[in-house]
């Protein structure tokens, strides 16, 4: 396990478009599914990783606390299934079902979305406004597998309700960690120091 930060993209970067495939409907989903959502949640995420596993609940709790403010999420996982067979789409669809994920949760076979959001860990968090500007990248919170703090989800918590409230985020972001992106053989991007 490589542990990594999330890269901390500008704040302001416009949602990169997408076009994937639901591991549970097995619909296409795009930014246009969230058109008319006040506030859009990109998590990338996948089955085996610890610190997936320790959240995976609390991100279940956030879809369903959040489903009737007009929030829109979409869950991704990237990680190569050549290397990591475990993260495959029948995996991910059956972590869905037991986690009781109410959002999308789409397979990136080519990694071209995750690098698009430059995202670089898992759980990595973007959390965009309802013109789909980036207005928060951070941590869920700082609990991790091993240090003994509750999850609660604080930090996104709060950068979700003041995004949905009109406000800009004013608190400082601190990144995310979690294992790296599982990139395809000779794939990494450069902004992974590839």
Same mark, same amino acid.
């Given at each position: 396990?490589?542990m990594?930060? *999330?890269?901390m993209l500008?704040l302001?970067?416009?949602?990169?478009?997408?076009s994937?495939?639901?591991t549970? *409907?097995?619909?296409?989903?795009t930014?246009?599914?969230? *058109?008319?959502?006040? #506030?859009?949640?990109?998590m990338?995420?996948?089955?085996? $990783?610890?610190?997936?596993k320790?959240v995976e609940?609390?991100? #279940?709790?956030?879809g369903?606390?959040y489903?009737?403010q007009?929030?829109?999420?979409?869950?991704i *996982?990237?990680?190569?299934?050549?290397?990591?067979?475990?993260? #495959?789409?029948?995996?991910?669809?059956a972590?869905?079902k037991?986690q009781g994920?109410n959002?999308?949760? $789409?397979?990136?076979a080519t990694?071209a979305?995750a690098k698009?959001?430059?995202?670089?860990?898992t759980?990595?968090?973007?959390?965009?406004d309802?013109?789909?500007?980036?207005?928060?990248?951070?941590?869920?919170?700082?609990?991790?597998p091993?240090?003994?703090?509750?999850?609660?989800?604080?930090?996104?918590r709060?950068?979700i309700?003041?995004?949905?409230s009109?406000?800009s985020i004013s608190?400082?972001?601190?990144?995310?960690?979690? $294992?790296?992106?599982k990139w395809?053989?000779?794939?990494?991007?450069?902004?992974?120091g590839?």
């Amino acid at each position: 396990m490589v542990m990594v930060e *999330s890269t901390m993209l500008a704040l302001g970067t416009p949602a990169p478009e997408f076009s994937l495939i639901d591991t549970v *409907s097995g619909d296409t989903i795009t930014l246009d599914n969230f *058109s008319d959502s006040n #506030a859009l949640l990109v998590m990338f995420i996948c089955v085996h $990783c610890p610190f997936v596993k320790h959240v995976e609940q609390a991100l #279940a709790k956030i879809g369903q606390d959040y489903a009737a403010q007009g929030l829109g999420i979409v869950a991704i *996982s990237a990680n190569s299934i050549e290397t990591h067979p475990q993260d #495959a789409p029948e995996h991910m669809k059956a972590q869905a079902k037991i986690q009781g994920f109410n959002f999308p949760y $789409c397979y990136d076979a080519t990694q071209a979305v995750a690098k698009a959001y430059t995202a670089a860990c898992t759980p990595d968090f973007f959390l965009f406004d309802a013109t789909l500007k980036l207005a928060y990248r951070g941590q869920l919170d700082d609990s991790r597998p091993s240090n003994g703090k509750p999850v609660t989800g604080k930090d996104l918590r709060r950068a979700i309700d003041t995004v949905l409230s009109g406000q800009s985020i004013s608190e400082p972001q601190l990144p995310s960690i979690g $294992c790296n992106i599982k990139w395809s053989p000779g794939h990494a991007p450069t902004y992974f120091g590839a």
